[in-house]
C-alpha cells in the first residue's frame, strides 16, 4: 500500500499549482483522503480533507476559496488545486489516507493510516 504525492514546485506569490496523489496496492475512490503539511520548524497541520463519496469536504479556516481538493474516479487520484499562494503556504505538503469513508474536520494526525512521501511547495518572488 502506498501513496505517491506530486506536483510541488517553486511559485510566485499570487500563483497557482495543482498537486496529486496517486495509490497504489489498493482503491483510493473507497477511503477518505487528505492533505496535510509541515512547514520548517512547525507541526504537520491538515489543509483539507476530501471522503470517499458522500459527507463533507473540510478544509482549513486559512486556505478556504483558495484551495480545492477533488476526485479524478476514472484515474483514481485527487488533486488539490491551489491559487493565490502565499509564503506562508510554504511547505512539504503531504497526502493521507483514513480507512473510512468520511472525513472530520478535526485533522488528527493519528486518525490517518497510510501517509505519501511529501511534495514540496515554495512560494517565492
Known amino acids: 500500500v502506498q501513496l505517491q504525492a506530486s506536483g510541488g514546485g517553486l511559485v510566485q506569490p499570487g500563483g497557482s499549482l495543482r498537486l496529486s496523489c496517486a495509490a497504489s496496492?489498493?482503491?483510493?475512490?473507497?477511503?477518505?483522503l487528505a492533505w496535510f503539511r509541515q512547514a520548517p520548524g512547525k507541526e504537520r497541520e491538515g489543509v483539507a480533507c476530501?471522503?470517499?463519496?458522500?459527507?463533507?469536504?473540510f478544509y482549513r479556516e486559512s486556505v478556504k476559496g483558495r484551495f480545492t481538493i477533488s476526485r479524478d474516479n476514472a484515474s483514481d487520484t485527487v488533486h488539490l488545486q491551489m491559487s493565490s499562494l502565499k509564503p506562508e503556504d510554504t511547505a512539504v505538503y503531504y497526502c493521507?489516507?483514513?480507512?473510512?469513508?468520511?472525513?472530520?474536520?478535526?485533522?488528527?494526525?493519528?486518525?490517518?493510516?497510510?501517509w505519501g512521501q511529501g511534495t514540496l511547495v515554495t512560494v517565492s518572488s
Open positions: 476530501i471522503p470517499a463519496r458522500t459527507g463533507s469536504t
Open positions: 496496492g489498493f482503491t483510493l475512490k473507497y477511503y477518505a
Open positions: 493521507a489516507t483514513r480507512w473510512v469513508s468520511g472525513c472530520t474536520s478535526s485533522f488528527k494526525i493519528n486518525e490517518y493510516d497510510y
